[in-house]
């Protein structure tokens, strides 16, 4: 018993405490906003629709972290992703599954351009992805710096399918049984979010992102290609990138410059939230996923609460944040002492 303890102070208790955090937080919902429809299963299937291409860019910056970098770059991505995916359905009139291809190699071109930068060249992954911030946000205005709204029939299509749930049916005002619904977007996300979490914990890579993250010259020791890892590491993070941008835009059906503005500290902060270590070698998508679900609670809060700023969200979300990394802080300092 003491051993299985152990076990879980150790590995597990950042996500334990995230998942608790989200069950007391929607609970609250609940009891304070119960009679405003908090309570509905719609409510809850909202968090993952609203946030579904951030909870892909959520697992690939989980898996940066784990390997020891980090990328403040995906917000800009995801605004170059849905301008360039705009731009070529209403200006060059190329059909929906030529532009999402296109933009999925822009993805793997610019994740292996930092990746080299970073691996091969040992320069800081803060100031290489800071370069790509700044890059794609700038080739996101030099694409059109107006609004660009997707009319695209496929597209839309895309993004207007509902997949109703035959659960928990309500009864609304003219008698009909209303059934709960998602969209396709969240059904890509856990998938995604599923091969993540297969890859990190069951296959050799995601062993040696671990190992990488965790001792880099001990994982030289052990024979491991470290530069190969990283490179391997930022590559997948661009591809998810280019998939959580499309997401984003299927929500949105429009590309414009200061579109995911702050979205890369959204995903640091799910991340973060959910037991990653910004020190590398510990992490678990799943618990990013549950530090995403926390914000789209909090933004669910204000939203229901009718009165409050949005910047209200983004405020609780610092405090929940510092929380975090104090608490990593403290575990950290009680393991070196325990040695």
Same mark, same amino acid.
């Given at each position: ?135 794609? =946000? ?68 995601? =062993? ?127 393991? =070196?002492?325990?040695?």
């Amino acid at each position: 018993m003491k051993n299985k303890l152990k076990n879980i102070d150790n590995k597990t208790f950042l996500l334990y405490m995230t998942i608790v955090l989200f069950i007391i937080m929607y609970g609250i919902g609940v009891i304070m906003f119960g009679n405003k429809g908090f309570q509905k299963p719609q409510v809850f299937l909202n968090l993952f629709i609203s946030n579904a291409g951030l909870i892909v860019i959520a697992t690939g910056m989980t898996m940066v972290i784990i390997s020891g970098g980090i990328d403040i770059s995906v917000g800009s991505f995801v605004a170059l992703t849905c301008m360039v995916l705009a731009y070529l359905m209403e200006k060059t009139k190329i059909n929906a599954l030529s532009a999402i291809v296109i933009v999925i190699i822009i993805g793997l071109i610019f994740g292996l351009v930092q990746g080299i930068l970073i691996s091969y060249l040992n320069i800081q992954p803060f100031i290489v992805t800071l370069a790509g911030m700044f890059f794609a =946000r700038g080739m996101t205005a030099i694409i059109s710096q107006e609004m660009i709204s997707i009319t695209n029939e496929t597209f839309l299509s895309w993004a207007n399918k509902k997949i109703t749930i035959p659960l928990f049916g309500i009864v609304n005002k003219k008698g009909a049984v209303v059934y709960p619904y998602i969209y396709p977007t969240v059904i890509v996300a856990l998938i995604i979010l599923v091969l993540m979490f297969i890859m990190l914990k069951y296959t050799k890579f995601g =062993r040696s992102v671990y190992a990488v993250g965790g001792n880099e010259q001990s994982a030289l020791l052990l024979g491991l290609n470290v530069k190969k890892i990283k490179l391997q590491v930022y590559i997948l993070n661009g591809l998810l990138c280019s998939i959580g941008g499309f997401l984003f835009c299927l929500n949105t059906c429009a590309g414009f410059v200061e579109q995911a503005k702050g979205f890369e500290m959204e995903a640091i902060a799910g991340a973060v939230i959910g037991g990653t270590l910004l020190t590398g070698g510990v992490g678990n998508v799943f618990g990013s996923l549950f530090g995403v679900l926390i914000k789209g609670t909090i933004e669910a809060f204000v939203s229901f609460q009718g009165t409050l700023s949005s910047w209200w969200t983004k405020i609780i979300i610092a405090a929940i944040l510092a929380f975090f990394i104090i608490l990593q802080s403290i575990l950290a300092m009680s393991k =070196r002492g325990k040695k």
